[in-house]
């Protein structure tokens, strides 16, 4: 069965202009689903200035849609961008407060990439091109809670960091695959030893279209943030 290939964004980068058999994204392609970034820290200044050594304060990527809190955008749509579709105001059944993410799949293949994802940005469509890393050094991991409409829905790999430019992060951690159940389970990316301090990517899914039936997937996220 064919396996998609990890995220290398030194080889999105190169094939930004063009879209072929083998293009993995599309830059600027987001379906109006730009989200603002709130309450930014300045860029490439700590959040944690002790550089967390009394410990890292929690830093949320999504805890509810219109959060003050919130930081990135998901408005890095790759591979298969118009297979996929994003509510990120949905109330039904989300893990904590107001609202989740929900995201549907049907892998038809609109790009000829056979896989889609998405990638959390600052600033939004940043894929290397701005300056717009936060310096998250401290962090000891990533959560975030996910969940499947039906159970035995799997996403090939998701991960921090990865962007390649001009401005690219400093480092990419990731895991992968790994299946969801119909209740929300806590997944955790471990961030030790990893070089945080300059992340303009800060969270990315992606899943292959040999993973998916012909009708498609929906599942959720929420409470994605580092601690």
């Not at 059944?93 to 995201?103: K, L």
């Not at 894929?127 to 890393?133: L, V």
């Not at 991991?141 to 829905?153: P, T």
Request: charge should be neutral; include cysteine; aromatic fraction near 12%.
């Amino acid at each position: 069965m064919r396996k998609v290939i990890l995220i290398s964004i030194s080889v999105l980068a190169v094939m930004a202009a063009s879209f072929s058999a083998i293009t993995v994204f599309s830059q600027g392609k987001i379906f109006n689903v730009q989200v603002p970034v709130i309450n930014a820290a300045p860029i490439g200044k700590s959040i944690n200035p002790d550089g967390g050594k009394t410990g890292f304060k929690s830093f949320p990527i999504y805890t509810d849609k219109n959060s003050p809190d919130n930081h990135y955008a998901p408005s890095g749509w790759m591979g298969d961008y118009g297979d996929m579709r994003l509510t990120d105001r949905w109330s039904q059944n989300p893990h904590s407060g107001t609202t989740c993410i929900q995201w549907k799949y049907v892998p038809r293949g609109s790009q000829g990439a056979n896989w889609a994802g998405c990638f959390w940005q600052n600033p939004a469509n940043n894929w290397g091109s701005k300056k717009g890393g936060y310096n998250l050094t401290g962090a000891k991991k990533l959560v975030f809670w996910a969940r499947g409409e039906k159970g035995a829905e799997r996403l090939a790999e998701v991960g921090v960091g990865g962007i390649d430019g001009e401005y690219s992060d400093s480092d990419k951690i990731s895991i992968g695959p790994i299946d969801l159940t119909k209740e929300w389970k806590k997944f955790e990316i471990d961030l030790t030893g990893a070089d945080m301090s300059y992340i303009s990517g800060g969270f990315f899914w992606a899943a292959s279209g040999d993973d998916v039936p012909e009708e498609g997937v929906t599942f959720y996220l929420d409470d994605i943030r580092f601690e």
